[in-house]
């Protein structure tokens, strides 16, 4: 079967760190900026403040991750996201040295959580526990996910086609459902709308038959209340909220129902009822991360939506959706790559979606099959995603209209898995079906990584792809940003955003090289502005040239130091560099390029001349 996620037409295709705004609570927290490498700013509590998301320093900042990691499916790990500890610490390195990520969207399971009714198994909570703690220490921030695709694993048997996870045994044996079937299914998604148990076993969690939604709801206060009393507080202060539900649909809709009333009358209901619980355990500053239905946001099979009744959404909640290209992945309603702003319309239509709710978004899930008959396309999709989640306006116009950028969206692309390849897992535990290869989940290989012969993590995609210029930490409100990464489709460098021939100093000073653009307007926050370094722009070859002034090779942060360069927190090697602008309402810009050479003086004061004119001319 094709290695794709698609649920397409009537079927179905649902395709996500952090970019969005999250503003700290007050001060520094007791015992915060503790990880190695931390700074004074570094390791606050998070919170969504003013309709901004997620935020490491006090300033307006946010997230990119890779979501970690499909293994939390399968029975071969317990249904956690790696075997051990070792291998979480392993792949919160390679997340941040090799991916350039800062979150994780950490995969949970109701089936493990509670395997017998009314009981919660604290020995997986103590595993999950451990492992969320080796990413927090890595300076990794986590949402946690109660994940669930096709309902649960116990609807499927031993000889099916496909299989799902989520909810336990008991809680299938209440429903009573008919065997599973899919008819003619080419496509594990199409079980969503074609298979009768799928479609009835849902339901019946929506209607809150059988009590299904509050036992559910029950684990899941348990499982927070767990969380919060076994990590520590600095770890827990690097928790940015809980995601309760992955992908809601209906299952079947009510006589006269459609997608919005459904949304209106049954899911926000729930995410209502699991508001309440976050805040029973301990979790009322932290945000829940709500997705509407998963078919909201499809490019082919699209339903009206988006929590258009839930009124104002603010600090509480962050919406959160996916999004995939369906017609990519179909292989026949886009025949060939993406090109230069394929996705603006589509994540801008998340932006202004966040925006009306009064809060901030997370595109948390997005990428594209790495093998397949499609597979060809993953290099221009992902990096048209990737552009689309910097700004709304697409590279050919960007120097041209760069205001109209908003927001820099958060996003965690599916997804991490160290064991990519590698894995042993029986299918609905059949021995006869060992799944080895790709995922090792309904046919899907999307894992950005893997390990080698030597057990070494290594990118399976390309580093300039995913290893990005990003701003973390914004101190103020972004107005625009850019980032060319130069990443290559076979052996075609893809250059969709370069610096026009009207600005030929900045021009020259980026050559060939990749380039990060941000302008921000100051906040008088007293943090500095943070950008990830990706590990193609080493320390001593970086130019900075800003309002701030002009630097090659930044030098270490200090509290005096307008552009400095910083090791990220966690003890991985990544790197930072971090803009001190304390003033209040003013514009700053800083470019960043990576070219090998040192440039002359001479050059450096014409770039910040030219880019001085432009950001007064296009910004004001």
Not at 71 to 100: I, M, W
Not at 443 to 453: G, I, K, P, T
Request: aromatic share 10%; proline share 5%; charged share 15%.
């Amino acid at each position: 079967m094709p290695n794709i996620r698609a649920r397409l037409l009537a079927v179905l295709v649902v395709l996500c760190g952090l970019c969005g705004f999250l503003t700290v609570a007050g001060s520094p927290t007791a015992g915060a900026a503790t990880l190695p490498d931390s700074l004074s700013f570094d390791g606050t509590a998070l919170t969504v403040s003013g309709g901004r998301g997620p935020h490491t320093n006090g300033p307006a900042g946010g997230l990119r991750a890779d979501k970690h990691t499909r293994a939390n499916k399968q029975p071969a790990k317990k249904a956690r996201p790696v075997a051990s500890v070792a291998d979480a610490k392993k792949s919160a390195t390679a997340l941040r040295a090799l991916g350039g990520g800062n979150s994780v969207r950490f995969l949970l399971s109701w089936a493990y959580a509670e395997p017998v009714r009314g009981q919660v198994d604290t020995t997986y909570l103590a595993a999950a526990t451990a492992q969320m703690g080796a990413f927090l220490d890595a300076g990794i921030r986590v949402y946690p996910d109660f994940h669930q695709d096709l309902y649960s694993r116990y609807l499927f048997n031993s000889g099916s086609w496909y299989t799902g996870d989520g909810a336990p045994a008991w809680a299938v044996a209440l429903g009573g459902y008919p065997a599973e079937s899919c008819g003619i299914c080419f496509l594990w998604g199409q079980n969503i709308t074609n298979n009768g148990a799928v479609k009835a076993a849902q339901y019946d969690f929506w209607h809150n038959n059988h009590g299904l939604q509050d036992f559910f709801l029950a684990t899941a206060q348990k499982t927070m209340a767990y969380l919060k009393a076994n990590l520590t507080t600095e770890q827990f202060n690097g928790v940015l909220g809980f995601d309760p539900y992955n992908e809601p649909y209906a299952g079947t809709y009510d006589s006269g129902q459609n997608s919005r009333t459904w949304e209106r009358d049954l899911l926000w209901p729930f995410y209502v009822k699991f508001r309440a619980r976050m805040d029973a355990a301990g979790w009322t500053d932290k945000p829940a991360f709500v997705e509407p239905n998963l078919f909201w946001n499809g490019n082919v099979s699209k339903e009206e939506g988006g929590l258009l009744d839930a009124g104002t959404l603010g600090s509480r909640y962050v919406f959160n959706t996916h999004f995939y290209d369906q017609k990519a992945i179909s292989g026949v309603l886009m025949w060939g790559n993406a090109e230069d702003g394929q996705y603006v319309t589509d994540f801008g239509t998340v932006r202004d979606r966040a925006s009306a709710a009064g809060t901030t978004a997370i595109v948390s899930e997005f990428g594209h099959p790495l093998n397949g008959t499609t597979a060809g396309k993953a290099p221009t999709v992902v990096k048209a995603m990737y552009q689309a989640l910097d700004s709304r306006v697409k590279g050919a116009g960007w120097w041209t209209t760069p205001a109209a950028s908003g927001p820099v969206l958060s996003g965690s692309q599916w997804q991490w898995d160290i064991y990519s390849g590698r894995h042993h897992e029986l299918m609905n535990g059949n021995a006869d079906k060992v799944l080895t290869t790709g995922d090792a989940w309904n046919d899907e290989d999307m894992s950005a990584v893997r390990l080698d012969d030597s057990g070494t993590a290594t990118l399976r995609q390309d580093a300039r792809l995913l290893d990005r210029i990003y701003p973390s930490a914004t101190s103020g409100t972004t107005v625009a940003f850019t980032y060319e990464d130069r990443s290559r489709d076979g052996s075609t460098t893809l250059t969709w955003n370069p610096v026009p021939s009207s600005l030929p100093n900045t021009k020259q000073l980026v050559g060939s090289g990749q380039y990060g653009l941000l302008v921000w307007r100051s906040n008088g926050g007293t943090a500095p502005t943070d950008l990830h370094l990706p590990a193609s722009f080493p320390t001593a070859t970086t130019t900075v040239v800003s309002d701030l002034g002009t630097v090659y090779a930044p030098p270490a942060y200090t509290t005096t130091t307008k552009i400095a360069a910083a090791a990220e927190p966690g003890g991985t090697g990544s790197r930072r560099l971090l803009l001190s602008a304390p003033d209040s309402g003013t514009v700053h810009y800083a470019l960043v390029a990576n070219g090998a050479t040192a440039p002359s003086a001479t050059l450096l004061a014409a770039a910040r001349t030219e880019l001085t004119a432009w950001v007064t001319q296009k910004v004001g």
